[in-house]
């Protein structure tokens, strides 16, 4: 795994590799790949919609990378290892200034959903939020019916703190959500248990 120490990630974003996908910078080559793997109903059925047209969602990378430069976002490409396109993204974006409290969501193609890359790819943007952003505290929103969603922020180790309610507008109903949290202390913690169980 690649960091870039500090504030350079402001700057641009690392190169994170792990054994089964990359992480990297959107760039607008990505905006295809992005609206045909993103603009399904199985992956929209719990999330805000992404940008449904190749001009949309490359105003977004636009707009992603500007954030990034202001310190205030990061969102990542996720390649699968002998792909050259993206099959999904993971967002970062601070809660308070300074980036103490961050969010971060992410959406995968349907097609890619139980091949282990969230699992992968979500312990990167965990490291690197903790290691190189400065994060303390990592919160997720996810629709309380959202089963494959909860149940993957429940393996990664993100703790239930409670339902907001009617906390999420999705078409034309309003939904209630879940906040998943991971504070850094114990994230460090796991990581070790992880490597110990790795190692043994």
Known sequence: M???????????LPLLVGGRVSLRELSLSDAPALVSHLNTLEVQRFIAPPPSTIETFENFILWAQCERARG????????????SEPI???????VEGGFTTAE??????AAFWGA???AEAARMVVDFAFDTVGVSRL??????????GNGALRKLGAIREGVLRRAFRK???VLDAALWTILSDDWRQLRGLWHSAIVH
């Open 139 to 148: 919160e997720a929103r996810s629709a309380v019916d959202n089963g494959r």
């Open 171 to 173: 078409d034309d109903r």
């Open 104 to 109: 971060w969501g992410f959406a995968l193609g």
């Open 2 to 12: 690649l960091f870039l120490q500090g504030g350079e990630w402001c700057e641009e």
């Open 116 to 118: 282990g890359y969230f």
């Open 72 to 83: 205030r976002y990061a969102c990542f490409a996720v390649v699968p290892h002998r792909m």
């Open 88 to 94: 999904g993204v993971f967002q970062l974006r601070q």
